[in-house]
């Protein structure tokens, strides 16, 4: 009999939410236990088997000094390294504060500042380690996460699109909100995975994925001002939101605030 | 890593949501000091919510925590329809109770059957319980799907839902969608009921508070058992309104934690959550739960914390049978939501978030932008009542040998289901055995 592959999961600064969707695949879970050994998930089991291991799913951005160092030994002692999730991949919400004075930000919240301790900015795992892999999303999708898990254990790319929520609109026959609704939706520039959530409740994409692959925000938010006159401050919230650090979605939001400079 | 004599280390507390650290100094003779830190690392929520648009704050807030994210989406919009001056249709409040019931349920059942049933049968996971009680965890996950389906129709996803904004839903679900989530609710039913009967068989330490009672601290109405709507009351007679809530709670920083601890009158711990709601609330249970309440024979009052397994299953029969009353009364609204336009505003609400009670509090300008926002959420409510119960209990508990004792502690605090991540991860426990040194 083969070994086990030995899967850990790891949490960085977030809100649990996107290692929760492996405990929220009731169908599939107790197989995938019984398919590998789930060697390091805190969440889930107090059991810890120490590495290396074959694959590390790793939550969370980097936000406090201890975590460039935990974030350097799960590259150590991983065979590969996911990303999961827009705080993995993108900073997060959280990266609002690489905009901002940490400082202002601490003591908004803390009475104490000095009892503190953490990084200016909120930053993505690939910013600090090779990654193998990231899969978008706040959340990530379960299905998504469980297809990247296989690709990873059988060795092979991941069955991951990265064109744009319109594509999956357009695949499920789904109004365009953008159109018929005059709506400044996200989904022209925002990677697919959610299944054009947003839409099929007749709302507007809010991005929680992330820039697609080579998007064009500056003509997305030229047209929403010129042809739906959207107000500048909505265009920039809906850039700067769960993906704010994200290169594509960052530098476009820049370039309204700063009145078009680059 | 080495070790050092007379000390017990835990890099982390593992099944709950977030990172902690527990530190326990003592000697033969006493408990010297207990210190629940959390080291989750901050967000700063309530800072970056200045200047954003009132409408963002339900999915913004949200985000503060990926197991109770309905939770905060109904403080956030009561309380913007509060600084708004209006209240949704009855239909969108039913809905919004039907979605509630759907989280209770799914959250609940994580932490009965994942986190915290593995503590009593000194396992480590739901997967080795799988092995044992295979038929005990196939109900549990089925059931946890059930209350995600809820979440799923109505919220458009399990996690960080898109479909609720202030003043109602961006879609209305459709009848044949209701019914059909209906239909696996009977089953639901029964299962949350055998779920309740074996919490209920499972070994319980006993632990008395009868020197130090707890104060319990949850929304109440005559009509419905707590979720969004009700007046703040307590075991000792408070009965206060969301916007009174400052009044009488005050947050502390202290240095061991990255959550602010919240205390009644200055000084007072406090604990929230099921064990509060059930023991005030007992008459507006749902029928088969206080039934089997009795049947069980857990009923108010009722404080032994290692048997809020057994209210949390309680409250699961309740959300199922709850939500089930819902789809079986509901009246669609006119409207998928109602708008009425931003001024400036206070808004307060409170409602009771799986874990207990949450707290919102917003300013807004006239432009609709948020100037302020202060979030109190359960598990930094219960942080110091969490650390007394351990303080009260050691010293009953020196007799047991050093792994035990450790583990005790583990599962003393999940009694409360702490969500690290909303009240700001890591926990380490590290018990001391040292002589008693002043600091």
Redesign the interface.
Known sequence: MMTKAKVAVW???????????L??C??E??SV?NAVD?AYF???????VPGPYDLSIVEGSI??PE?LELIASVRAQSHFVVAIGACATAG???A??NM?NID???S?????PD??Q?LAT?TAISDHIHVDFELRG??INKHQLLEVISAFLNQRRPRISNHSVCVECKLENTICVAVSRGEACMGPITQAG?GA??P????AC?G?YGPKENPNPDSLAQWWQTENHTDK??II?NLS??NTAAPAFHDAAEKIRTGGKP | MKDKSKTIRVDYLARVEGEGALYIRYDDKAVHEVQLKIFEPPRFFEAFLQGRDYSEAPDITARICGICPVAYQMSSVHAMENALGFEAEPGIQQLRRLLYCGEWIESHVLHIAMLHAPDFLKLHSAVDMAKLHPEIVQQALALKKTGNAIVNLLGGREIHPINVRIGGFYRLPKREELQSLRKSLDEALTLAIALTRWVATLKLPTFDRQQQPYLFVALHNEQEYPMNRGRLVSSAGLDITANEFEQHFTEHHVAHSNALHCLMNNDRPYFVGPMARFNLNFQQLAPCAKQLAKEVGVIPPYSNPFGSIIVRALEVVHAVATARELIDQYQAPEHPYTTKEAKAARGYAITEAPRGILYHRYDINDQGKIQEAKIVPPTSQNQKTIEDDLRLMLPTLMHLEEEDLRHRCEQAIRNYDPCISCATHFLQLSLDKIPCTTP
């Open positions: 949490k960085f600064t977030s809100c649990d939410g996107c290692q929760l969707s405990l929220d009731e169908d879970l107790l236990a789930i805190m969440e889930a089991t107090s059991r810890q936000s406090t975590q997060g919400i959280q609002l504060r901002a202002d930000y601490i908004t919240v803390y009475a104490h009892y503190i953490t909120s706040c959340p959610c959530l947003c099929r409740y007749h709302r809010f929680c401050v909505k919230e939101n769960f």
